[in-house]
């Protein structure tokens, strides 16, 4: 009985205490706020569209918050590098701005500006330079077992380094797999089961696709470990198959990206985010901004692909 007059004492004392951190503030005494143009944008010469987000933010003390931000689809967007330059149209479906890159091809090496305006004569704009494609070589398949003797496959990939300046990296990648199908070869109607699914890449139980040389700058460099089809590979039925009997094909396309610094930070920002989401601990963690004279991240990044199949 007293240890639970002691817990119920406990939670009155934590209840009160959690009270008196609160403060209401008077939005009045915040001041005036103004609204910026929010420029979100990643280029890249492998970008099939060019296409750049541009939003207006909304005031905390604006009482007419449900009309006054969002999308700023009569705004105008201009990308430009040295003395070359294209105006990018708003594409309502997908509520972004866009060009064709055939008409302004995005190159290794160059630097790039985005500026935008909207008729209220709020402006914003942002620089990034294209990182030199990284040098991928290999992928290699590889396996752990639990502790029920049961086999999750993943790959990692390889590439060397390029010395004398911080580099930064992410990883993505499509496995594609068919199943054994044994009443193929008697029904004529059947088909083997085929799906194309991400790579998941995972560090210390969390997701994560960010990497940077740090320490390890001009040396061959591997990626976190990509798991392979997660739920199909570590079924019961798959304990004492190998990666042969499990697939009658399978390949992955590999994909490595050589990104600038503001793109890494931006989405190591996201991946934390994620992470902290529904834990009132967390700590707060700020995107980073590189727009000026607004909000937003406007970076590059060069991909390089290796399509391999797994044996």
């Given at each position: 009985m007293k240890r639970i007059y002691a817990i119920f004492?406990?939670?009155?004392?934590?209840?009160?205490?959690c009270g008196s951190m609160r403060q209401e503030i008077d939005p009045a005494s915040l001041g005036e706020i103004d609204k910026k143009l929010v420029i979100i944008g990643f280029i890249s010469p492998q970008d099939t569209v060019l296409a750049v987000k541009v939003n207006i933010t909304r005031p905390v003390t604006d009482a007419n918050h449900t009309k006054n931000y969002g999308i700023a689809p009569d705004?105008?967007?201009?990308?430009?590098?040295?003395?070359?330059?294209?105006?990018?149209?708003?594409?309502?479906?997908?509520?972004?701005?866009?060009?064709?890159?055939?008409k302004f091809p995005i190159r290794s090496g160059e630097t790039y500006r985005i500026?935008?305006?909207?008729?209220?004569?709020?402006?914003?704009?942002?620089?990034?330079?294209?990182?030199?494609?990284?040098?991928?070589q290999e992928v290699r398949l590889d396996s752990v077992e639990d502790s029920n003797h049961r086999k999750q496959y993943f790959v990692r990939y390889y590439w060397q380094d390029d010395s004398q300046t911080t580099n930064y990296y992410q990883t993505a990648g499509l496995f594609a797999y068919a199943k054994p199908c044994p009443s193929c070869k008697t029904d004529a109607n059947a088909k083997p089961e085929a799906r194309t699914v991400p790579v998941l890449f995972?560090?210390?139980?969390?997701?994560?696709?960010?990497?940077?040389?740090?320490a390890q700058d001009g040396k061959r460099l591997e990626s976190h470990r990509g798991l392979l089809n997660e739920a199909a590979a570590t079924s019961s039925s798959a304990d004492k198959l190998n990666f042969a009997n499990l697939y009658e094909k399978a390949t992955v396309k590999a994909a490595l990206l050589n990104v600038d610094e503001a793109y890494y930070k931006y989405h190591q920002a996201l991946e934390l985010q994620k992470r902290a989401d529904g834990n009132p601990f967390a700590e707060p963690v700020l995107l980073t901004n590189t727009i000026q004279g607004g909000l937003g991240c406007f970076a590059a990044y060069n991909q390089a692909f290796l399509t391999v199949t797994l044996k």
């Open positions: 004492l406990l939670l009155i004392f934590l209840s009160s205490g705004a105008t967007v201009i990308l430009s590098s040295g003395n070359r330059s294209i105006q990018l149209h708003y594409n309502g479906k997908y509520e972004y701005f866009q060009a064709d890159p055939k500026t935008a305006q909207n008729p209220a004569g709020l402006q914003a704009s942002g620089t990034c330079t294209v990182p030199q494609p990284a040098k991928l995972e560090s210390a139980g969390q997701r994560n696709t960010l990497l940077t040389d740090q």
